[in-house]
């Protein structure tokens, strides 16, 4: 599979039907090994509830150790059956304090998916449950069930309300309909009422309304508000799958179908040999956890291929469109250089002040997911407006991107590897300041090969200044780079593409692996300072030195509260405006050659391969010969 992949035809596309079937090949191939790798012992990682619901899934889906996986299912509904009708019903569960469920928060997903596969009338692999232990199952997730899912949350307005974070929603509102969609079936739980006073049939119909559409509203918006995380994309795309494979409802299987096809579409068009790039949300620079996930599909050759906390994808029939095989696999390097802009969610809507704010979400969210791809790297960032800002309660103000939406945003630079698999990067890096994750770390503005970022100093407990952050530096990674100072530049190259770095407030220091830089000599409490990052490759500039001579000759001016950069034959301009959240008012977005930047544009997603209107239900994709419209209102 992946020596054609190295190897490919003279036209790239002469053998798309061979590489899709021997791709669809090599995954089935890849999730049976893991799943064998799985039941190789009789517990699997993570140790405890979450491993033995890998392994019951495992097993129960390979048709082996039958009994060994019912008899530990029976044993752990039983002793939550029990500790409810002791104790009555529990808090709410949470990562942090879980409960003593028969699943973690987080593998509730893959105990579901047990249920559905092999319960006594399932379509798919029916009476691998013994009926005893189908029965207390059932109970089990109908207690969870009655604890957690309120018909309040489901009307049309709801699409865009996260119950939690983004992950958090996905192991919640998907599972809610998958459980009480069976249990309205059987009887005995059809009219049967939970905790808000409606009964499971009704708990049922509302959630199949619900998730009919919110499939459809995220295609029209923006994917993800957790965009790219390292921590969250591993919990949240299974839920997608479920959905896809298991809901009774017709439309939400094929509309959760298309929107998976739509979401590897857009995941690799961004990515360079698996790793995706661009402005990221809770991410960090790095190997990214769901990059394996994702090899369970591409299957590509000496990758490291399964999933760590989920074995939804091992169990799965889906395969991917032969539109993302075609970009991972003949697509890039890309011939010549293009734009990705995406819009993606993060906006608080403010339309219910009432609600916890960052739990409803608007879908005009003015933010954009902006890269630059050339056939030797990608440099991408998140688009934003760092001011932007909404009422809080105490009168005063308050940012308007929710909190999962500006913790540790993440953007920079991917090396397209000239061989192998060694992905170089250059990329901000944010020093945690204490406390809790970092916040409103720093802002970008990006214009094609252009970056420029500011950090954005603390502002007490106002969410408007960053908090539990430290300096914002420069990371360099990678084997290939190579990194040389010339007039207060840090040039980097692999060979084929560069990149380089100035720091505009002053000086900068080096750790002692000089592997990252910050700035020199400045105050964590008022550090506002920016750095420019300017990207190139052979292509554009020919050589390293006429790069590095082409950037030096460039016209840049800072002053304490602007940066003027003119760069590039075609005289591009970026005027940035420092952001001081102490004076808002003296605060102007970007100007790009002369214009505004544009948060809000007209097209959700626009490349050469995606394409679609805001708002709208019809989204073209477009590799080499494969032509398709993924429609939405079908």
Known sequence: ????????????????????????????????????????KDSAWPPGISGDNLWTLSALYLNEKVDKANARLLKQANEYIDLIRKRGNQPIAT???????????????????????????????????????????????????????????TGHNDLLLLLGTEN???????????????????????????????TVAEHAYAHAAFLREWPRRRAQSGLWIEIGSNTYQKYSWPALFNLHELAPDPVIRHRF????????????????????????????????????????????????????????????????PPEAILLRYRTFPAAQPFVIRNRVLGEIETTNPGEQAGQRLAADSALVNYAYRTPHYLLGSTLQNPALDLPDPQGGLTLKYAGISRQKRACGMLFDAPSGNDVCAVYPEIGHGGGGRPQHSFWS????????????????????????????????????????EESGWIFASNGKAFIGVKFLNGGFQWDKKQALATPANISHATDKSRILLHAGDIASHGSFDKFKAAVLANRLTVTPDKVDYQ???????????????????????????????DLRPAKVY????????????????????????????N
Not at 186 to 195: C, G, S
Not at 569 to 597: C, M, Q, W
């Open 257 to 320: 179908g298309l929107l998976l096809d739509l979401a590897f579409v857009e995941e690799e068009q961004i990515s360079v040999k698996g790793r995706r790039g661009g402005g990221r949300s809770r991410a960090e620079s790095g190997p990214n956890a769901f990059e394996s996930y994702k090899n369970l599909l591409y299957a590509p050759e000496g990758q490291p291929a399964g999933s760590s906390h989920s074995r939804v994808i091992e169990t799965s029939a889906y395969q991917l």
């Open 168 to 198: 958090h929603d996905l192991n919640r509102r998907p599972n809610f309909y998958l459980v009480t969609a069976l249990l309205k079936e059987d009887p005995a739980y059809r009219n049967r009422k939970l905790a808000d006073g409606h």
């Open 567 to 597: 760069f590039g034959p075609a005289a591009n301009h970026l005027e940035v405006t420092l952001y001081d959240a102490k004076a808002l008012d003296r605060f102007s977005l970007p100007r790009i050659n002369g214009k505004p930047l």
């Open 445 to 484: 503005v990006q214009h094609e090969n252009v970056l420029i970022l500011q950090r954005i100093a603390p502002l007490g407990r106002s969410t408007l200044g960053s908090y539990n952050t430290d300096a914002v530096g420069i990371g360099f990674e990678g084997k290939a780079l190579k990194k040389v």
């Open 1 to 40: 599979m992946a020596q054609a992949a190295d190897t490919p035809p003279k036209d790239g596309y002469a053998d798309l039907d061979q590489l899709v079937a021997e791709t669809h090949k090599a995954s089935l191939k890849l999730r049976e090994a893991a799943l064998r790798k799985t039941m190789a």
């Open 95 to 153: 990562p942090e304090q879980p409960g003593n469920a028969p699943w973690t928060f987080f593998s509730v997903t893959d105990y579901v998916r047990t249920f559905c596969l092999f319960h006594s009338k399932s379509s798919h692999f029916p009476g691998r449950l013994k009926l005893e232990t189908e029965a207390s199952m059932k109970e089990a997730l109908c207690l969870w069930v009655s604890g957690e899912s309120r018909i309040t949350n």
């Open 606 to 633: 626009q490349s050469p391969y995606l394409n679609g209107d805001f708002g709208n239900d019809r989204i073209s994709v477009s590799v080499g010969p494969v032509h398709r419209q993924l429609d939405f209102s």
